[in-house]
């Protein structure tokens, strides 16, 4: 089936060429407003273009989320399609009805996740904005990751896996040393893989900003929410709707991937491997495409069990990401990814920040039992050539093991549950995660002030105090008395000490402040994940809560009643290991992270302790 869209005389198609009109041929010239400004990267082919300017398309179809443009002094170069809206050639008003690149693609992808009769879900996520100068400002926005719902826990979408989290949005500010621009969707990562094989092609995401936060600053803000469009034809396991699709499956299927589940000393855990690993990720290196039209980052990945490096894209890293999601998003968090943007990726101060993202996100991904034996992670990590590795994305692309049929894999070698303790296991880690995450929101906003209070208004101070010292001195000087030199020369030297520490306070936060924060900034990622989790396993034991009813109507047999309860009784085991893995993860990070914060605090106030003995021994004896 083909999908027409048609809109002011044009007809969009998801076949054939990409923008189709009545009115426009070889002779027509196809106009664009330019709806948000946009400041082209030098060397890199694109066009610097602001709010209101009209531009003449050259060429729609450069790919990778581009379009090739020219402006009224007749310069030439790439603008990101999500920048401009194309206008009709009849000159009606444009915004009577989408018709935008960005709409075009939109429609492109509706027609595909409506080419299958049963293919249609959409999965929803939450996105903080990030605003101002603060570079922590979006986490202390409370409506992060579903925790503010009526009762804090509404029931969700039976089996949705709804976690992608963006909560990790930077400032533009550069008081912090990992501050970058936030992300816009006309990324050079767009999903256009020169890998790729069109007849697997991998999920792809498209973020829609609000029109205000767009407006105001479109590469430095981003809109509270967006949403996860995935063609959901590419996952056989969300064809069928809700939870009965892993609660009343008969039989389940055996899967070749067994998970299994044990119980040790703190109740129900992953089983670990006898061996652990973690993957560097160093060495990041500029390449270019489109006969070097644009270019990208490319980073190596190097194993630490096998020694053997790969070459990898953000976006396959936003693959492997968007892979695990789909599949085991319903039992275990999958923290987002470092966001993408448009200026400013090729600048090393964001390299390097892009880098420790990535390397924290990989060890993290590496220590997870479950995640790093996976064979989606393995492939990822090992392919050999370009042939192995577009296999194993169609491979894992095809997997029906996604979703809530993930439980299906998960064998837990216990004693089966009654339905009132799965419901109280589950309200207990509902509780926790809600109570850490109103924790760590309020580390995060204290870290933000006093980050804010040592790169600003505290080292001022502490200028002041040393420039009055100076200037006290001066002034003594100028008296002529012979007898006040040494008091002279030392409250000079007082006010440089002075001068000084207010440049160890405002470099210190890089030195203890930035790690517990960031590692707060993952855990808020984590706990961001939960509220989906929770809203699955609470969808399952409502589902089983009405069995009842069912088995009175005989519309199921008490056997299937009994098999929902176990089944149900595996997630509650899955969400108990889980929660025993993440932890003794926790307890491990946060006593490694403040015991750093409190050695480079006490180092930090022996250091100003030292120079102000120095400074006090310079001042005569009376």
Known sequence: MTLHYACNG????????RYNTKSHNKQDTLKARVMYDFAAEPGNNELTVNEGEIITITNPDVGGGWLEGRNSKG???????????????????????????????????????TAQANSSAAISNNQQVSSGNDPWSAWSASKSGNWDSTDGWGAKPEGTTAQRNTSNNWDTAFGHPQAYQGPATGDDDEWDEDWADPKAAAPYFKDSESAEAG?????????????????????PGFAK?????????????????????????????????????????????????????????????????TNRSVNHRYKHFDWLYERLLVKFGSAIPIPSLPDKQVTGRFEEEFIKMRMERLQAWMTRMCRHPVISESELFQQFLNFRDEKEWKSGKRKAEKDEL????????????APDLDL????????????????????????????????????G??????????????????????????????????ITEAGKTYEEIAGLVAEQPKKDLHFLMECNHEYKGFLGCFPDIIGAHKGAIEKVKESDKLVATSKITPQDKQNMVKRVGTMSYALQAEMNHFHSNRIYDYNSVIRLYLEQQVQFYETIAEKLRQALGRFPVM
Not at 10 to 17: D, E, L, N, R, V
Not at 402 to 413: D, L, Q, W, Y
Request: proline fraction near 7%; charged fraction near 20%.
């Open 10 to 17: 044009a007809s969009y198609t998801s076949h054939g060429t």
């Open 75 to 113: 310069e030439r170069g790439l603008v990101p399609t999500d920048y401009v809206e194309i206008l009709p050639n009849d000159g009606k008003d444009p915004f009577s009805c989408g018709n935008s690149v960005a709409d075009q693609a939109f429609l492109d992808s509706l027609s595909a996740s």
């Open 215 to 235: 407006a105001a600053q479109r590469g430095n803000s981003r809109a509270g929410s967006s949403s996860m469009k995935l063609p959901l034809n590419k996952f």
């Open 241 to 305: 709707p809700g939870m009965e699709q892993y609660l009343l499956a008969k039989p389940l299927a055996k899967p070749k991937e067994k998970i299994p589940i044990i119980v040790g000393d703190y109740g129900p855990m992953w089983v670990y491997p006898t061996s652990t690993f973690d993957c560097v990720v160093a060495d990041p290196r500029k390449g270019s495409k489109m006969y070097g039209l644009k270019s990208y980052i490319e980073y190596q990945l190097t194993p630490t069990n």
């Open 402 to 413: 996604v979703g809530v049929m993930i439980f299906s894999t998960m064998e837990p070698e």
């Open 420 to 455: 009132l303790e799965i419901e109280q296991k589950c309200d207990a880690v509902g509780k926790f995660t809600k109570a850490m995450d109103d924790g760590v929101k309020e580390l995060l906003t204290v870290g933000q002030e006093h980050w804010k209070r040592c790169t």
């Open 457 to 490: 208004p505290l080292p001022k101070e502490y200028q002041k105090i040393g420039k009055a010292l100076q200037s006290l001195a001066t002034v003594f000087s100028s008296s002529g008395y012979q007898g006040e030199t040494d008091l002279n020369a030392a």
